[in-house]
């Protein structure tokens, strides 16, 4: 499976492209599907186009990100670029705007599409983008609930424009299917639970209202400050939530602001009723779990050849210079030969457990290569 | 020996705690969300059916229904079933993608144990919804506007004819006054039903007029807790303007017919079945002659003078439900007076159209009753005699043609000299004989006989099964009864011609038979008119001199003075004739003056005089109708006319008086100043003669005033 990585960050976007594809087809030519990916101010229409005139019969999937992680560093600005050159796998995309739509008939809309395409199996890359209307996790049950578990899932949440060869769609959801190669995929964050489990009493779509009966904001302060000394910088930031999820895991929920009721405001929807738990972390669990993570993981796949990496962006706003040490750990785990490309997220996806789910301040993996 | 594992406890907690999902479809997105973030499940079927009103089917990681049978059918290790057994064809099923372990086997049957309750729950409150639904339609299918308030008045409910009552959508009305909502008020009611339902806690009614002139009627239900506790009001609302100007304009059209009823001169009564009187107004009251409150307890029966009649007629109009108009009715008031009405009866139905009682309009009509009898009675009667009159005589005429009464005679009676006495004694007197004749018919007729008068002076008698002979006895017997008359009243004696004819067998025409007691009638007039006349100029002149006793040998001294005047001037024997004739008899005019005053002591009043002047004209009509007397008629007009011309009735003078009455009036003259007189005394002749002197060429001939002078004072 000839694959090609390739990323720049020339300030002239023109050549910025150029160059990364020119990079990444070196080793990749003739390209059955290319990712990209733009970060910064870079006009991802036009990076599209001229991927396209560069690529003429490649499928295109790719959108803004947070930011990249290439070459063992974190990039804010930049274009990224991912090839894939084998005539043994047979390739889809799709894109839509999410203005039609809520998340539920997105995401059935898009596995109905797959499904129309004659797709039975493979690896979906999902990307839907922060101003999709609705919820992300429920967006991507409805997706499964389609096409069922014989396909894999990956990605993350991006900046509000999404792009396929097709063109560019703002706020919905892009998605790539590949089928006749093998993805192996794996998430880790490296947050631990506080000893005081509380039960989400009363919420509203990603607002929790109630927590123990409380308003959210004091039970989670409370929840805080009986059990850690917290520091000085942020606490959102610091302690965000954990759902139980199967085998023992946490599905992390990001904490991104407090109502005036307090409520707490979440990146993504959370159940009524679910026990939820303030998670803490530091800079060296949070590190560690990701070069546990990238070590077991590039292990589990017979001939790895790729990865993609999905880091979540709070992850970096959180260690800040730290995590170019959690990037460089992680980066140490793949050989030299292997492609490497990673995105700064909003939300982290994988099907680990059998069916997608959306994950923050997680770290995901897949690992590319042939069957 | 394994320690607690908190996180299984928390998974343990989560796949039990389940949001308060509303409906299947909710519960199952959490499934889908519990199952896959918690138990790794990658397939899952669900299948609810309670009844017609909850039925679900949902999959999720399949791609068909086929591909769900199928795998259910397989029961792989890898799977989990669990029937729910809340319906038909109820079922869960999940699916991971590893074999299920005792744990996983566990947290399913918890999970969907957890799941079967809630769907439990679901339905419940489905059932419960469709059994709101049910009453929600009842309550919207319900023509009356039903409104739930609190106990503040706000609207919380209200059903679609409210929506449409009012014309304002539900989501307008919730949460409003119904004083705003409903009557455009800025404040409640005045006696709001609704209000007083809430403090007293019980129902209430009563009717609410909105400013613009609609009208509600509203019933105020308490609505109770439980606990007997007030929670609010279920009003129900009746746009009942309609109604109401219905109800107006009936009650307004009452009342003007009740005024109608009560100032109308026509009685109004009310009936039921059994003639009870159940109303009456004023008229009928004053008709009937009764009380209200006797009224109250008759019947219609005990006041009609025929009782069978007033039951035939209700019999036939309740029989025919049609009215009957202008029947008479003849009753007898509480005074025993008896009264005709004029009366309409007409049905009263009740709601099935059968008749149920009646009402009667009457009108008193006994006057026009009595009017027409009056002028029946004057169409068949004389009103003097009280006998039948000439219409009724005839109408017997041609009725006895066709009747079995045979031998009929007919008597035809003309009563002689009425015309004189009427002119000369008056029409009282005249009357007066009549009456006497009309009881000496009566008197010698039978009851079966029909007697009549059949103009001024000639009556008529039908005398059915009466021969001729009978006929003629009972001529006889008249006669005999008016010489008895005549016996008993010498002043005003009774002269009656009469014919008779007789029919004995059917063919002879009644008229031809009266027309020839007629024709004997005549002829017997004819017979002994001239005497009957004498003899009641005779009657005259006795009664004259009755009357006039101060005119004591009046006459004879005339006659004398008149003879010496009449043999100096040396006039005719046929004219002294007359004079001698003449001082008799030229006052005999005076029986027709009363004797008020002819007797008045003082002088007379000019209309008294005007009277007395009439004497000569009365004279001159009894000297016509007697033979002997006729020749001297014009005479006895003219003995009070003067010289001058200024004496009366005809103003003659000078020497178109005839000498006979010049003579007359001279002697006349000199006898009355010679004589006493009630208001003066007598003059000598010497006197009188002066005086005659003194009214030569005046009041009398002077030739014969010399004439006179000469002879009477040699005389004397």
């Not at chain 2, 009881?439 to 009556?459: H, N, P, Q, Y």
Request: with cysteine.
């Amino acid at each position: 499976m000839m694959h090609g990585v390739g990323s720049s960050t020339d300030n002239n976007p023109v050549r910025a492209v150029r160059d990364a594809l020119a990079q990444a087809l070196g080793t990749a030519q003739q390209p059955r599907i290319v990712f990209l990916f733009t970060a910064g101010d870079y006009d991802l229409r036009q990076a599209l186009e001229i991927a396209r005139q560069t690529v003429p019969t490649a499928k295109l999937v790719g959108g803004r990100a947070p930011g990249l992680i290439v070459r063992g560093r974190s990039e804010t600005k930049g274009v990224a670029v991912a090839a894939i050159s084998d005539p043994r796998i047979r390739i889809t995309t799709y894109a839509v705007t999410g203005n039609d739509y809520c998340d539920r008939s997105l995401g059935e809309h898009a596995g109905e599409k797959i499904c129309s395409r004659g797709f039975s199996s493979g690896t979906v890359f999902v990307f839907p983008s922060v101003g999709m209307p609705g919820d992300t996790a429920t967006m991507l049950r409805a997706l499964y609930g389609k096409i069922g578990p014989d396909f894999s899932f990956v990605g993350g949440t991006l900046h509000e424009s999404l792009c396929t060869e097709q063109g560019v769609v703002r706020n919905g959801l892009a998605l790539a299917v590949i089928e006749g190669a093998q993805f192996v995929s794996d998430i880790g964050h490296g947050w631990n639970p506080l000893p005081e489990p509380m039960i989400v009493t009363k919420c509203q779509s990603k607002v929790i209202l109630e927590v123990d009966g409380q308003p959210a904001y004091d039970r989670y302060q409370e929840v805080i400050r009986e059990n850690v000394r917290p520091g000085t910088g942020e606490i959102l930031n610091s302690y965000p939530l954990g759902i139980p999820s199967m085998g023992g895991r946490f599905l992390m929920r990001d904490v991104v602001g407090v109502t005036e009721n307090k409520g707490l405001i979440l990146i993504a929807d959370i159940p009524q009723r679910c026990v939820a738990t303030v998670m803490t972390s530091t800079a060296k669990t949070l590190i560690r779990a990701a070069q546990d993570l990238a070590r077991r993981h590039i292990r589990s796949h017979p001939r790895p050849e790729f990865v993609f990496f999905f880091d979540c962006v709070s992850r970096y706003t959180l260690l800040q210079t730290a995590f170019q040490t959690e990037v460089e750990a992680v980066w140490s785990e793949f050989g030299q030969d292997m492609g490497v490309l990673g995105l700064l997220t909003n939300g982290e996806i994988s099907s680990t457990v059998g069916v997608p789910l959306l994950y923050n301040k997680s770290i995901a993996l897949t690992v590319g290569g042939a069957k | 020996m394994r320690s607690l594992d908190s996180t299984e406890l928390l998974t343990l907690y989560d796949i039990t705690s389940f949001a308060e999902s509303t409906s299947l479809p909710e519960l199952f997105q959490e499934v889908v969300e519990k199952a896959a973030r918690l138990l790794g499940t990658q397939r899952i079927a669900f299948s609810v059916g309670i009844g017609e009103s909850l039925r679900f089917e949902e999959t999720w990681g399949f791609h068909s229904t086929d591909q769900v049978a199928e795998h259910i059918a397989q029961k792989s290790a890898r799977s989990f079933f669990h029937s729910l057994e809340i319906g038909e064809n109820s079922f869960l099923y999940l699916e991971q993608c590893q074999e299920l372990t005792n744990r996983d086997q566990r947290l399913y049957t918890i999970f969907a144990e957890t799941v079967e309750d809630i769907v439990r729950q679901i339905a419940m409150e489905a059932q419960l919804k469709h059994s709101e639904q049910e009453k929600t339609s009842i309550l919207n299918s319900l023509s009356e506007a039903v409104i739930l308030q609190d106990l503040e008045g706000k609207i919380r409910w209200a059903n679609r004819a409210a929506e449409r009552t009012m014309g304002t959508p539900l989501h307008e009305l919730i949460g409003r006054y119904c004083y705003q909502a409903f009557y455009r008020r800025e404040s409640p009611c005045p006696n709001c039903p609704v209000r007083r339902t809430v403090t007293a806690g019980i129902r209430h009614e009563g009717y609410i007029a909105s400013p613009d002139g609609r009208h509600f009627f509203l019933k105020g239900h308490p609505l109770r807790e439980d606990g007997g506790e007030l929670t609010g009001v279920v009003m129900g609302l009746i746009d009942v303007t309609e109604q109401r100007v219905a109800e107006e304009s009936l009650r307004k059209s009452e009342e003007k017919y009740r005024n109608i009823l009560t100032t109308m001169q026509e009685g109004y009564l009310e009936i039921d079945l059994s003639g009870a009187i159940k109303f009456t107004n004023h008229a009928a009251q004053q008709m009937l002659g009764y009380s209200p409150e006797e009224l109250s307890g008759m019947t219609l029966h005990q006041i009609a003078v025929s009782p069978a009649h007033v039951d035939d007629t209700l019999h036939w109009v309740q029989k025919n439900n049609l009215p009957t108009s202008g029947s008479v009715l003849k009753i007898r008031q509480s005074d025993q007076s008896v009264r005709y009405l004029e009366t309409s009866i007409a049905p009263i139905s009740d709601g099935d159209q059968r008749v149920a009682g009646f009402s009667a309009v009457m009108r008193d009509i006994t006057d026009r009753k009595r009017d027409e009898e009056r002028l029946r009675y004057l169409s068949l009667y004389d009103q003097l005699t009280g006998l039948y009159n000439r219409r009724y005589f005839e109408e017997q005429l041609v009725l006895l043609e066709t009747k079995q009464a045979y031998p009929v005679t007919i008597m035809v009676l003309d009563l002689d000299g009425l015309k004189l006495i009427n002119d000369t004694m008056g029409h009282p007197m005249g009357d007066e004989l009549l009456k006497s004749c009309t009881r000496i018919l009566l008197k010698c007729l039978r009851r079966s006989d029909t007697v009549a008068r059949l103009g001024g002076d000639e009556f008529g008698v039908i005398l059915e099964k009466c021969d001729k002979a009978s006929g003629e006895l009972l001529l006889v017997r008249i006669r005999e009864e008016i010489t008895s008359h005549n016996r008993e009243n010498p002043r005003l004696p009774l002269s009656i011609s009469i014919g008779l004819a007789c029919t004995d067998e059917h063919g002879e025409s009644l008229q031809e038979v009266y027309r020839k007691a007629d024709d004997l009638m005549l002829r017997d007039k004819l017979y002994h008119s001239a005497s009957s006349k004498g003899d009641l100029v005779n009657t005259l002149m006795i009664t004259l001199a009755e009357r006039d006793f101060m005119a004591h040998n009046h006459a004879e001294r005339l006659e004398m003075f008149c003879l010496r005047i009449a043999d100096q001037i040396e006039l005719s024997s046929m004219a002294q004739t007359n004079l001698v004739l003449l001082a008799k008899v030229h006052d005999v005019g005076k029986v027709g003056i009363p004797d008020a005053i002819l007797h008045k002591p003082g002088r007379l009043t000019p209309d008294e005089w005007e009277v007395m002047k009439q004497h000569s004209e009365k004279g001159y009509r009894i000297a016509c109708a007697s033979p002997q007397l006729a020749p001297i008629a014009s005479l006895i007009r003219c003995h009070h006319e003067h010289w001058n011309g200024q004496g009366y009735p005809l103003g003659l003078k000078g020497n178109e008086i005839p000498i006979e009455c010049r003579i007359l009036a001279i002697a006349d003259a000199l006898d009355a100043m010679t004589g006493e007189r009630p208001y003066r005394e007598s003059m000598s002749l010497q006197e009188a003669l002066a005086e005659l002197q003194r009214c030569a060429g005046t009041q009398f001939d002077p030739d014969l005033v010399e004439t006179a002078i000469k002879v009477l004072g040699e005389a004397h």
